[in-house]
């Protein structure tokens, strides 16, 4: 028996060892041919965008240039030179010719007479002068000559330089239904510029004909060779219009290897400068001139990309196949460990069950302690909220018999603009009446003062009677003060108390609910109004001051003070000095517990001088943004 088993485990081992290597070659070909995917997709997207700039850069290069023959064709002097070119010195064209080239940046500028003689050319002094040959041969003469506009590509006879060729026919008389051309004007533009830009990148730029020679290419080796070979028939054509002169035209030994997306292929060159490497090749055609522009970029970074892709699956794949043997013998570990625990298990398990119900009958107590203790905390979480809401309503009641103390100040407030307006309004049916217009709009344009001066009071009306929305915000002391002063405009008036304002010159801001503090705000400043109802020369002093981190706000009079013993009471609720029906004596507790509540405290105490004083201390808050909302919503508070 124990050789049987030794016998199958040999077997698992033998198949073990030869299943870890295949799977690993497997794992590191895949992970290669999935990295080659990608790096081929990614190098043809970066070919696509090299290979549309490249092919908009020669366009852009070539056409700047196909304007200039026509504008030279219509030249005075050289039409006046076209037209008795024996009887005239040829020089001064020559350097007007000159001229144009050296500042269009061309190569060269020659004139054609009817017969493709050049008559005049920009390079007249150099050895290889075009002066004397003739062009019937080019196409660009046959084109212009027969009234079109002539293009042309290939070898300088005289230069053997590769040039792009623009003519243009020059008219002596272009009114004759059967006129003819009297010659020719042609720009020569070099092709070398664009090339040097090409050197710059990391790829292989070359342009073919439409018979596959290859007359433009980043690699100088590669210039002047056909892509493909050539038939003799192709040959002799080529030949024929001298476009490149007597170049060989050799082969560039170009392979397609595999087919690679549409236009794409996986290259490789069997001789030249590029023999050796491989190369994926995009195609993009220039319809404006007919050529066909090719882009090289080297496999060597999908190379790479495939040796690093092979080497971290590989490694991927030990470090998973060493964590499987490392969770296959701790796995083994793991069993004999069960097999010991289980004969432990056997022998806990009576001691296990007795616990189980001890742990039970112990849970049973406390689920039902926790039924209580959530019960209490939730009957305490109702009577908080159903505190809040009396609270609540009492400082609106509190707001609400502050506005019934003012009713009557606010009343004779309202009833003057009232029979003002009814007194301008019979004054202007009067004027209307008159035709005396401009009277009567002076009389309206005072009723619609009244009404904004009455909108006002309606609206500090509603601002100090709206209900607080508990939204911390930053506060304008000053402008707070200042707000509810002004319910109180009427009373101070009529009772005479004069007003004392003590604060700096800068804003001081405080970080509160703007509703509660004016609420506190109107509370004390109405206490200290009632206080001074029998002094003949009653003056409230309000001011307020930084005590480092902190604002103090304090309301001040000067009338009897507050008695030794209620000092200790007055922040108690229901506690009045006043006589029966004049108050709740609720004021001064909700205000203290709203400054509470406010992260503040309100105090009180007399004045040395006589009189009592309530300060408001509140922390200082920094000034907000000038764009903020809250700054909007101050302004819009305290217009």
Known sequence: MSSHVSSTEWRWRLLWLIAIPVGLLLFMWQAAQFAREQALSNLQDDAENELRLSAANLNGYLLRYDYLPQMLATREGIQRFLASPDSQDPMPLNLLLDRFRFTSGVSDVYLLDRDADTIAASNWHRPNTFIGQNYAFRSYYSDAIAGGQGRFFGLGIQSLERGYYFSSPVWLDDTSP?????????????????????????????????????????????????????????????????????????????????????????????????????????????????????????????????????????????????????????????????????????????????????VERRTRDLVASNQRLSDEIEERRRAEANLRQTQDELIQAAKLAVLGQLAAGINHELNQPLAAIRAYAENARRFIELSRIESADANLAQIVELTERMADISAQLRQFSRKSSERQETISVQACIEYALRLFHSRLRDDGIRIVQQWPKETLWVEGDLVRLEQVLVNLIGNAVQAMKEIDAPVLTLSAQVDHNQVVISVADNGPGIAADHLGHIFEPFFTTKAPGSGLGLGLSISSRIMEDLGGRLQAMNQTEGGACFTITLPRSSAPEPSGSRIKQETQYHA
């Open 178 to 358: 059967d006129a003819k051309p009297d010659g020719v004007i042609v720009v020569k533009v070099l092709l070398d510029d664009v090339e040097e830009s090409w050197a710059e990148q990391d790829a292989e730029l070359f342009v073919t004909d439409s018979d596959n020679i290859i007359f433009m290419a980043s690699h100088p080796e590669l210039r002047m060779n056909a892509l493909y070979p050539l038939s003799d028939e192709q040959r002799d054509a080529l030949r024929e219009t001298r476009r490149y002169a007597m170049e060989p035209l050799t082969p560039s030994g170009i392979q397609l290897n595999t087919p690679y997306g549409p236009g794409s292929y996986l290259v490789s060159f069997a001789h030249g400068p590029l023999s050796g490497g491989r190369y994926l090749s995009l195609t993009r055609p220039i319809p404006e001139f007919g050529w066909q522009m090719h882009i090289l970029k080297p496999l060597t970074p999908v190379m790479n990309a495939q040796w690093i892709a092979a080497f971290m699956a590989g490694g991927l794949y030990g470090v998973i196949a060493l964590a499987g043997g490392i969770g296959w013998q701790r796995l083994r570990l793991r069993r004999e460990r069960e097999a010991f625990a289980e004969r432990e298990r056997q022998t806990l398990a009576h001691v296990r069950d007795e616990l189980e119900v001890s």
